[in-house]
Structures are given as C-alpha cells and as structure tokens.
C-alpha cells in the first residue's frame, strides 16, 4: 500500500525552500542603509534561528503526530487561547510573508520583463497569478507539492551558492566602509539589521506542521530542521557578504535584484540573466512552500475549534483547499495595497510584519516545550530552560527591533482575533 508521507530530503527541503526565498534575494539592498554591521546583525538571526531550531526539534521529537507546528505544541502545553493565539498570529505572518514573497519575485522578473518596473499594475497582476498558480498546486497530494518543493530548493541553492564562494574573490574592501551607514548607534543598527534578517530564517519550524504525513516524524522532524537551519546559515552568510562587497552600496540601496546585480559586476552580463533565474525560482519554491504552510496551520485549529469550520475542509486529496483560498485571498489584497510604496519598501514593510507577527507563536512554542518536558519527565534539564530563556529573550529583543509603527500594525492584527476567539468558543460551548 502506497503512502502519501514525506520522508527526511523532501522535509529538509520543505524547511530550506521555506527559509531561501524571496528574504535572501531582496536582504541586500535593505541592509544596504545600514552598511557592514549588518553581517553582525547576520550572525545575531542566525544564532537566534539554531535555538529555534533546536525548540522546533526537541518538540518535534515530543509530539511527532500532531498537525500544526508551534500552534499544536502551545495547544498541548498552554492551552486553548494561547494556542489560538498563536495560529491566528502565525497564519498573519504567514500571507504576509506570501505577499512578500510574490513582491520579490517580480522584482526578479523585472530583469526578463522591464516593462514591469514601469507598469504598476502590471506587476501586481502578475505577482497575484503566481500567488494563484501555487493556490492550485497546493490542492494537489502533498507528495506532489514536496516533489516541486524539492526541484525548486535545489535549483535555487546552486546559484546562490556560486555568488557566496566564487563572489568572495570579487570583493573590493571598501564598500565595507564606513562599517554603519545608519547614522544611528551600533547597538540600534545590530538590532535593526538581525530584525530585518531573522525574516529570511522564518520557516525553520515548517516541517513540524505537517508532521503528521512525515515518515518516522520523531526522528525525521529534527534531523530535517536542524540540518536545513545550518545549510540556510551558511549559505546566507556567504552569499550577503559576496554581494555587499560587489556592489556598491549607493547602488545596492536602490537594486530590485541584488544577486542578479553582482553577478553582472564579475561575470557579464549574461550571468545577470543566469542568476535572475535561480532567483525566480528560489521565490516560486518558496511561495509554493509558504502556500501550503498557510493551510495547514487554520485547519488545526479548525479541528479543535478554535477557526471557523471552513478552514478545516479538504478536499479528496486531504488538501484544507478552502483555508487556502481564504488565505491567498488576504495576501493578494496585501500584496495590492502596498504597490503604493516603492519595491523594496513595501518589501520590508511585509517583511517586519511578518516576522513580529510569528515570534508570539515561537516565544509561546518555547514556553511549552518546557511544560511537556516537565509532564513527560518530572523535571526539565538546565540545558532546556538555558534553551528556552535565552530563545524567549532574543524574541523579545527582535520584537523591540521591529519598531513602532510596526508593532502597533502587529498589536492591531492580535487584538483583531480575540472577538472571533470568543464568537468561536461561545459557539462551541
């Protein structure tokens, strides 16, 4: 008998698929107002995402056959309303980070397509039909979604990769100079710089979401999280350092295709082609990955009451394709109204929301994976509450970085849900 589960390539993939995208691509040209410190801020979100990842790991290992990541891991140890606040802000995070996505990847196709740097509406339309070709996608077998998980990931590894290691010879030391452009203090500058990086690490949680239709998901889910967190490090680290020592930084700041940019610089501009298409796919895989993520989250917590009913549909290959829709729905009108503002600062607009709107669910999973320790084993091991406490305050200290207008539009979208919360529960009840 065939099964439709995942095994430990197709959920690394899932996990650097999710992480490589659109972040990667169009990072250098925000960082570009900070300078060079931002290889600190690098270094910070990285540090921050290996202690995520090793959160998401040990709860993987803990509750192998739940549905839903950080949303059923706050569930078994928080309960009910923290629980749903974590799905609701994750699945915010989760369009969000869509209609992001989607920004990027015409930015990158702007390089085949110039008419879309000029047609405003144009580049909407076109962002919307790549939101909706992977909507379609994603009603399909998981086993097919994988599959295009895994081609895209490595077809988008291998460029960047070339601009990290072959890009370091290129480097001109200068451009590393003044070392913070932000005419603000180092410390505002680090925080800055690892908020606006840690967007490009979200994801390293997703193969705990579908842990369920993950073969040996104990096993699996750890391996596959942790070894794709370090690939995704690695690679970023090289790559950020390669373009930033490439392309001028007045030029970069304005880019709306770095990687393709540098490539240019040392290689012609024939590779700027090249590149733009490891790019487009980076962000196709990526969106086809984000797509089935922001279904998967709401139809957990429609099982247990805690959506309306509606997001917990599927369809007759088990695809929630409802929840789906609703979804891509919300990140196409997203995507729609920030096409007011230029590129890369609708981007980092996206961006920041993003990643404040997901840290409620990463402190909340770091909170529970303390409480199951303790109901599994009696006691919790100093390494786990150093784990836990020191993930929790590099959350705290991100969400400080986020800034106010930020944190207000994020505050806004969480008070948002607890009228439906209370509709839901007084239904239920």
């Known amino acids: ?105 015409v930015g990158y196709l702007e390089v085949f397509f110039p008419i879309l740097g000029h047609n405003q509406l144009l580049s909407v339309f076109t962002g919307l039909g790549f939101i909706w070709l992977f909507t379609w996608v994603n009603s399909k077998p998981i086993k097919t979604v994988a599959f295009v998980q895994l081609i895209t990931t490595i077809l988008k590894v291998v460029p960047i990769m070339l601009i990290g290691f072959i890009g370091i010879a290129y480097i001109k030391m200068d451009h590393f100079t003044p070392f913070n452009l932000s005419g603000t203090s180092s410390l505002s500058a680090i925080t800055a710089t690892t908020t606006l990086t840690l967007f490009a690490f979200l994801g390293m949680e997703t193969a705990t979401i579908p842990s369920s239709s993950i073969k040996n998901a104990a096993s699996t889910i750890k391996k596959a999280t942790v070894f794709g967190t370090f690939i995704t490090i690695i690679v970023y680290i090289l790559s950020s350092i390669a373009i930033m020592g490439i392309v001028p ?89 920030n096409y007011t503002k230029s590129l890369v600062d609708a981007f980092t607009f996206m961006m920041k929301l993003s990643t404040l709107s997901v840290l409620t669910p990463y402190v909340l999973s770091a909170i529970s994976l303390l409480i199951l320790i303790y109901r599994k084993e009696k006691k919790i091991p100093l390494s786990k509450t150093i784990l836990s406490g020191v993930s929790m305050l590099f959350c705290i200290w991100v969400i400080i970085g986020c800034g106010a207008e930020t944190v207000l539009w994020g505050f806004a979208l969480l008070v948002l849900g607890i009228p439906f919360y209370l509709y839901l529960t007084k239904k239920s009840s």
Not at 287 to 310: E, R, T, V, Y
Request: charged share 5%; net charge positive.
């Open 1 to 105: 008998m065939r099964t439709n589960k995942i095994g430990f390539w197709s959920s690394t993939s899932l996990v650097v698929g999710n992480m490589i995208g659109s972040g990667v691509f169009l990072l250098p040209a925000s960082l570009a107002a900070y300078g060079a410190i931002s290889i600190i801020g690098w270094i910070c979100a990285s540090i921050g995402a290996i202690l995520l990842a090793l959160i998401f790991g040990y709860l993987g290992k803990l509750a192998p056959d739940t549905t839903g990541g950080p949303y059923a891991y706050t569930r078994l140890g928080l309960g009910r309303f923290p629980a749903y606040l974590v799905a609701w802000g994750y699945w915010i995070s989760i369009w969000c980070t869509n209609a992001a996505i989607a920004v990027a990847l």
């Open 249 to 337: 930084p007045d030029v970069l700041v304005t880019s709306n295709a770095p990687f393709a940019d540098a490539a240019a610089l040392f290689w012609g501009e024939s590779a700027k082609y090249i590149v733009a298409a490891g790019a487009v796919i980076a962000t196709l895989g990526a969106l086809n990955g984000w797509i089935l993520i922001q279904g998967q989250i709401p139809m957990a917590a429609a099982q247990d009451q805690l959506f309306p009913k509606i997001f917990g549909k599927t369809n007759h290959h088990t695809s929630p394709i409802t929840g789906i829709i609703i979804s891509s729905i919300l990140a196409s009108l997203l995507m729609g109204l």
